[in-house]
């Protein structure tokens, strides 16, 4: 298959590449030491010619290749962080180097400098990593347009399913595109999706396994207790040539709950607390209070001129003021620029016909009620600028879910209550996601991944990515 081709194809590609780099830094290293004289000089008697090296060299880079090979360095692990992945890079560097001064040890070259050897290890990790970073970022762009990504299937709807469904939706880094998913026959755990489209019941697997031959791999995601449907599922898959991927259930616990620890050489299975602890609370605070600070003038600057405009534009107040509810549940006053006619919630029952986004939002592309400038403003999503004062406050962030209003989630399956455990954000994940596009349920899949990965690189992440997105009104409406 096309994406099989691939993987061989990325991997060939980067050993070739691993291995000459082990000769760069060797290079390096020479250069280090006798030209650039780092860390400490030559005396001309000591000087030794590049070609004296060039055994060492070729004796290196296959012991380099073999521990490389045996610390699996070369397996490509999706998900994995970069700095773990330098981290086995580091190891296996490491252990070559050690039997590089043993070699030297018990059969002493004429040319030996262990100070070139420092250096070439250092060179070695730093330009192995950096060809990680640029091949991570390569893959991530090919991802993105469809390009060497594994099609795959889900099989389950449950927590488990909708905690593998909502990790695939956050990191299209991953490298999966989601044909669907079978629901595992239990109606009140189905979830309707839009990008990942429900394909009918678990049992159906062998005739879609007949018409769609270009399917990669499959993710089952049953309950631990359907053992014996995951057993009969990984055998149709077997005899179809798909690879299959089990996640397990751990007792109905979301992967993300469970921590594994040792406890005297016994394996211990713990449950910790998802959220944002204490700690990181007051962390998030401070990033919000720092960007107010430095977004201060020029949101003041900018909220004067659409103030303005709004009140030139059409008749009625500049500001629109909804309650909404935040974190835990509780409501309060969400301010906004007003876009709309100043009798927009009257006509909204009118229009209920025309919404364009399942579950309990209502939204309109082409909504009707929109002023002239507050479809400017809509797009641009500067209507959202006085929340500001919101975040100020403490009502919002910066990041999180976007507060939902009562009618709403009034609505809400118990799953969806989970994206109010946290303060309603300006912005979020969804937003940075498709914004508009997304149905309900992937914004709400994306809220909870992001309420359970929460970190400071990741609402950093966020806020950067929301500025190409605001800028070019992608999904916004």
């Known amino acids: 298959m096309i994406n099989r081709r691939s993987r061989r194809a990325i991997r060939t590609l980067t050993i070739v590449t691993d291995i000459m780099l082990f000769n760069i830094a060797f290079l ?17 008697q000591n ?7 060039l055994s060492q060299q070729l004796l290196l880079t296959l012991i380099l290749a073999l521990t490389f090979s045996q610390s699996g360095v070369w397996r490509r692990r999706r998900g994995e962080f970069w700095i773990d992945e330098v981290a086995r890079i580091g190891y296996a560097t490491a252990a070559g180097f050690v039997l590089m001064m043993a070699y030297t040890f018990f059969f002493r070259p004429l040319a030996v400098s262990r100070l070139m050897l420092f250096w070439a290890a250092l060179f070695t990790i730093v330009l192995v990593a950096l060809a990680r970073l640029a091949r991570r970022l390569l893959l991530q762009m090919a991802y993105r347009r469809g390009i060497a990504t594994d099609r795959v299937l889900v099989i389950g709807s449950g927590e488990v399913g909708r905690g593998l469904i909502r990790t695939l939706l956050a990191r299209p880094d991953l490298g999966y595109e989601t044909i669907g998913y079978l629901h595992d026959g ?31 791999s499959i993710f089952i995601a049953l309950p631990g207790e359907r053992h014996r449907d995951i057993t009969h599922l990984i055998t149709i898959c077997q005899q179809f040539g798909v690879r299959t991927q089990v996640v397990p259930d751990l007792f109905q616990l979301s992967l993300s709950h469970v921590e594994l620890s040792n406890m005297g050489g016994i394996p211990i299975l713990g449950v910790r607390n998802i959220g944002i602890n204490r700690v990181g609370r007051i962390t998030k605070r401070l990033l919000d209070l720092t960007l107010l600070a430095i977004l201060a003038i020029p949101t003041l600057i900018l909220s004067a001129v659409i103030a303005v405009a709004i009140k030139l534009d059409s008749p009625g107040p500049i500001l629109f003021v909804q309650e909404r509810v935040g974190q835990g549940g509780k409501q309060f006053k969400m301010f906004k620029f007003r876009s709309m006619v100043a009798d927009a919630d009257a006509q909204k029952a009118s229009l209920m016909a025309y919404n ?45 879910p976007r507060p939902p209003l009562e009618s709403e989630v009034i609505q809400y399956q118990a799953w969806h209550q989970r994206r ?10 969804w937003q940075v996601s498709g914004r508009s596009d ?11 991944y992001y309420i359970e990965n929460w970190s400071l690189a990741f609402d950093l992440r966020i806020i950067l990515q929301t500025i190409p997105y605001t800028l070019f009104g992608r999904g916004a409406y």
């Not at 109010?420 to 994940?429: A, D, N, P, S, Y």
């Open 28 to 44: 390096m290293a020479y250069l280090a030491r006798y030209e650039w004289q780092w860390l400490s000089e030559v005396e001309p």
């Open 47 to 53: 000087f030794v010619p590049y070609a004296n090296y």
């Open 186 to 216: 239990q109606s009140e755990n189905n979830i309707g999706l839009g990008r990942i489209p429900q394909l009918g019941t678990w049992e159906k697997l062998p005739q879609l396994l007949e018409n769609r031959p270009k399917l990669h």
């Open 356 to 400: 364009d986004v399942d579950g309990p939002i209502f939204k309109i592309k082409e909504d009707p009620r929109l002023t002239r400038i507050g479809r400017i403003i809509r797009r641009l999503s500067l209507d959202e600028l006085p929340q500001f004062y919101n975040i100020l406050i403490g009502n919002m962030s910066f990041v999180g």
């Open 420 to 429: 109010m455990e946290v303060k309603g954000g300006l912005t979020g994940l």
């Open 438 to 448: 997304l149905t309900f349920d992937e914004q709400c899949l994306l809220d909870i």
